[in-house]
């Protein structure tokens, strides 16, 4: 029976790293789920949701060749796929401001304290060397609802000198 | 009135364009009663195109009522519709009955004028800005034969569109 693995393989960037790794995962008989792969500083990250009809070990086997061919290190856990249960966020925030040490911390904490749930998060440091920006965005729901975020992301613009933007996002289903 | 079922992706009769209305007769009425139905049924839907149960004419209902806070023209149905004026960009989160557990991030115009046929072949104009304008835009190009998916924008970077300014 065909199981679900989480593929985590993260190396330098260089060209040819996701053709590379697609085309081993097929060669080996495999099907993809759901990915995310992006480059984050130099390097290039590859999570991807693998369905393969045998143990861990051969899947492990089969990818280790075209991880180590291309410089990747590799790990593989077993999980469960709850594939076409998309969560749907409601809310979308925005926070930036000069980089410093705590920012996604003192942020994510004070969004758990008021019910928000992230299921999106995707950060970039830019600006210069000598002046580095964070830049964070966040999907999510927002249990305890909208009014309740924004204020502690108010609280949060004052205390810590970022700037946050908060939206709501009703999806539109036509 | 039965619910009349929704074409999903990758059906390839969603990619076709629809004719316009001829005839506004009781036929057309009744059909449009099934669709709008049909509309209601669906979870959250505010909007529904003809093509999308596999009737290729130009007949979209949209009816943005449900949603708190926003102005809008209740119940539309828009026949031979055609999008005149556009004015303004907004980024919005969309999904299609015809998509099922899929959204995506899709530019639309923010105002637009319309006009349109009601069921009684009565042509009508409407100036409408924001969700509602989004959902007709939306409704029309199923017309057309484009779904959400070919106008998706890079949930990535819409604040910053680029990371080092030189
Ligand atoms: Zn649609």
Known sequence: MSKWYMLTLVGKDRPGIVSHVAGALYEGGCNLGEASMMRLGGNFTIMLMVKFDGKQKQLEELVSTVADSMALKL????????????????????????DRAGIVAKVTQALEEVGFNILDLESDVAGTEDKPIYIMHIEGTASEGFDAVKAILDIMSKEEGVDTKISRFDTLIG | MPLLPILQYPDERLKQVSQPVEHFDDELRAFIADLEQTMRAGPGGVGIAAPQVGRFQRIAIVDVSSKPNIEHHGRLILINPEITEWDGMKIGR?????????????IRAEKIRITARDEFGTSQSYDMHGYEARAVQHEVDHLDGLLFLDRLVSRRNDLFQRKVYK
Not at chain 2, 94 to 106: Q, R
């Open chain 1, 75 to 98: 790990h593989v856990d077993a999980i469960d796929a709850e594939l076409h249960h998309h969560v749907i966020p409601d809310i979308r925030i925005s926070v930036y401001g000069a």
């Open chain 2, 94 to 106: 969309e999904g299609c009955m015809s998509v099922p557990d899929y959204t995506g991030n899709v």
